[in-house]
């Protein structure tokens, strides 16, 4: 029997955004608090800190459906006063002065892996596409990353990540503190309908709509494909590029329904959809492709150097070269073609994530949090 914990977990955005990092947060949260008595701390919080504004790129961060938290020193004090672990969710502003803080009053501190530079190299480009294209380069992704684990991840007594590619970038970038895999998991309510309704060939993708996501690259193989006539896409989301892709979409014969669906309509889809795609080039775990998985949807993913969701990948056929939308366009092809391997393959595809259920995420997280309070 796990004991009760106080816990002070400390995320820019506590339950007020959509960013992955955060939805992760907020699920976690809320199934710590059946055993443990947990303080949010953070933009809508139970401690609730005020927004941080960049004096430029605004409208930028919070298309990205994200937000900074503005370190309070003394409500952090305050907040942390009798806690018996410190969670950091994000090494940013907010993170560092939590650390800072907990450190100074002797609270052993986890730290959370969910940020890569190349989604920060990425999002410059839409602000200033010049000094991006000089930056965003594998040399500066790792010199970001080395400076990040020496000075944020390196303060902390253990290090949670949620893919064996996050662990291995931080090693890779000098790290010293001990860490550990777990997956970021999905709830109960990801799972598959008993018989599934009739309806068009449908392939969904999730996520922001922003550059690392490649959803321009999916709307092309759509368009090239032999039966684009019938294929229904959907692109669940939003983000600074949602008019970019509207008109994009124009292209196809059926167009594409794309914007914001509620966590309701997001369930729906993943049970229904015939094939979900994630072309993303930048990901540390791909929650949604653990959802889409977990309701028995087959998955095709991109096999990015800097993605980790090729996890997931049932085997060589799940999978396709980063960039290449021929070679997209042949997949979605294959897959309408062949229809009758639906049934075995929505079987195979809940088999591969059985054990990816929050409620192991949570007894992994309480096991991290036992033994650093162990060795306060």
């Not at 298309?63 to 952090?76: E, R």
């Not at 991006?132 to 400076?147: E, Q, S, T, W, Y």
Request: proline share 6%.
């Amino acid at each position: 029997m796990v004991r009760r914990l106080r816990i002070a977990y400390v995320v820019d955005s506590a339950g007020s955004a959509r960013a992955g990092g955060l939805v992760a947060a907020e699920r976690m949260i809320q199934s710590l608090r059946r055993h443990h008595d947990v303080i949010s701390v953070g933009l809508g919080g139970d401690v609730d800190l005020e927004q941080f504004h960049f004096p430029v790129g605004r409208e930028l961060i919070e298309s990205n459906s994200f937000a900074f938290a503005k370190p309070d020193t003394d409500l952090l004090y305050r907040a942390f006063d009798g806690v018996d672990v410190v969670h950091v969710q994000l090494p940013f502003f907010l993170g560092f002065a939590a650390i800072a803080v907990a450190q100074e009053l002797r609270i052993p501190v986890v730290a959370a892996h969910h940020v890569q530079p190349e989604n920060i190299l990425r999002g410059i480009s839409l602000i200033a596409p010049r000094f991006a294209a000089l930056i965003n380069r594998p040399g500066v992704a790792r010199a970001l990353n080395k400076m990040v684990t020496q000075t944020f991840f390196n303060r902390a007594s253990a290090i949670i990540c949620p893919s064996q590619l996050a662990l291995d970038e931080l090693v890779t970038a000098g790290l010293t503190a001990p860490a550990v895999v777990i997956s970021n998991g999905a709830p109960a309510q990801f799972a598959p309908l008993p018989s599934r309704p009739p309806g068009p060939f449908t392939v969904l993708t999730v996520g922001r709509l922003v550059p690392e996501k490649r959803h321009d690259l999916l709307v092309e193989a759509v368009r090239r494909s032999k039966h684009a006539a019938k294929v229904r896409l959907v692109i669940a989301g939003r983000g600074p590029l949602q008019e970019k892709l509207e008109q994009q979409a124009k292209s196809l014969p059926l167009g594409a329904e794309l914007g914001f669906k509620s966590d309701q309509e997001l369930l729906r889809l993943y049970q229904t959809a015939d094939l979900y795609v994630h072309a993303s080039e930048v990901e540390l775990e791909g929650m949604a492709v653990l959802e889409a998985m977990r309701c028995g949807c087959p998955t095709l993913t991109s096999d990015s150097r800097t993605s980790a969701t090729k996890q997931f990948a049932l085997d060589a056929d799940h999978v396709f070269p980063t960039g290449d939308v021929q070679a997209l366009t042949n997949r979605l092809d294959d897959w309408f073609e062949h229809p009758e391997r639906q049934a075995r393959e929505r079987e195979k595809t809940l088999a591969a994530v059985e054990g990816f259920g929050i409620e192991h995420t949570l007894l992994a997280y309480e096991s991290v949090y036992e033994r650093v309070v162990a060795q306060r």
